[in-house]
C-alpha cells in the first residue's frame, strides 16, 4: 500500500488563487476586505464590551489577510514585467499595501485611520489596474 501510495502521489504541486487558471483579477476584492477592516475599526472604537472588542479583532486580522492574498495574486498572477515597466512605483505601491494590511497597518491597529491608509493604497492599485486593462 506504501509503495501504491508513493507512486500516485503528485510529484509537483502548483497553487492559484483559485482551482483553475480563471483570469479573473479586480482589485475590488481587496478593497471589501479593507472597507471590512475599517468599518469593524470603527465599531471597536465606540463599542466598550471587551467580548465585542476581541471578537473585532480577530475578524479584522482575518480580513486583513485576506487583503493580502488578494493584493499578492494581482501581484504575482495578474502584473506582468511590461505593467511594472510602465509604472516602476508598482512594485513599492504593493507592498506599502500588503504592510498596511499587516503586523504594523491593520492587523495590528483598530485605528481606523490605518483602514483608511490601506483604502488609499488600494485605490491606487486599483487606478493603475484599470489603466491596464485598457491598453
Known amino acids: 500500500m506504501r509503495l501504491l501510495s508513493r507512486i500516485l502521489s503528485p510529484r509537483l504541486e502548483a497553487t492559484a488563487h483559485c482551482d483553475l487558471p480563471c483570469g479573473v483579477y479586480d482589485p475590488a476584492q481587496a478593497r471589501i476586505e479593507a472597507e471590512s477592516v475599517k468599518a469593524i ?13 476581541t471578537r473585532a479583532i480577530l475578524i479584522a ?7 493580502k492574498h488578494h493584493l499578492w495574486v494581482l501581484w504575482t498572477d495578474y502584473f506582468k514585467p511590461p505593467h511594472f515597466e510602465k509604472y516602476p512605483q508598482l512594485h513599492e505601491l504593493v507592498n506599502k499595501a500588503t504592510k498596511a494590511a499587516g503586523a504594523t497597518g491593520t492587523k495590528g491597529s483598530m485605528d481606523p485611520k490605518t483602514g483608511q491608509e490601506l483604502l488609499d493604497y488600494i485605490a491606487e492599485i486599483d487606478k493603475i489596474f484599470w489603466e491596464t486593462k485598457k491598453g
Open 41 to 53: 475599526q470603527e465599531k471597536y472604537q465606540n463599542n466598550e464590551d471587551p467580548e465585542f472588542r
Open 61 to 67: 486580522g482575518e480580513r486583513s489577510d485576506l487583503v
